[in-house]
Nanobody, 125 residues
């Protein structure tokens, strides 16, 4: 069974930091682009950050550029999202996803094949 499992979410104050992890199991994601998305109540799921198969290319939503960093550890089949200078508007459920066979960064939700169950991030003001 192929799974992506996120962890690391929680409650943090404005200006704080969190590191989200996304561990893959059931298959290797070495050749896949990976991404982080988020969905706030009443809003559509939106792209946050993406990384290509090698880890050498990344892309970020304008709203998180300079504050969030995506990385991957192929040996652990894991992707990370380091979040700093958090703001209340970053509050959402964060999802990781894998785009099978995509060697470039993918920013479109529909191109992702595997999704985690999500982890809640709440930033208090």
């Amino acid at each position: 069974q192929v799974q992506l499992v996120e962890s690391g979410g929680g409650l943090v104050q404005t200006g704080g930091s969190l590191r989200l992890s996304c561990a893959g199991s059931g298959r290797t994601f070495d050749s896949d682009a990976m991404g982080w998305f988020r969905q706030a109540p009443g809003k559509e799921r939106e792209f946050v950050a993406g990384i290509n198969w090698s880890g050498r290319s990344t892309s970020y939503a304008d709203s998180v550029k300079g504050r969030f960093t995506i990385s991957r550890d192929k040996a652990k089949n894991t992707v990370y999202l380091q979040m700093s200078s958090l703001k209340p508007e970053d509050t959402a459920v964060y999802y990781c996803a894998a785009s099978s066979g995509s060697i470039v960064v993918v920013t479109t939700t529909s191109r992702y094949d595997y999704w985690g169950q999500g982890t809640q991030v709440t930033v208090s003001s």
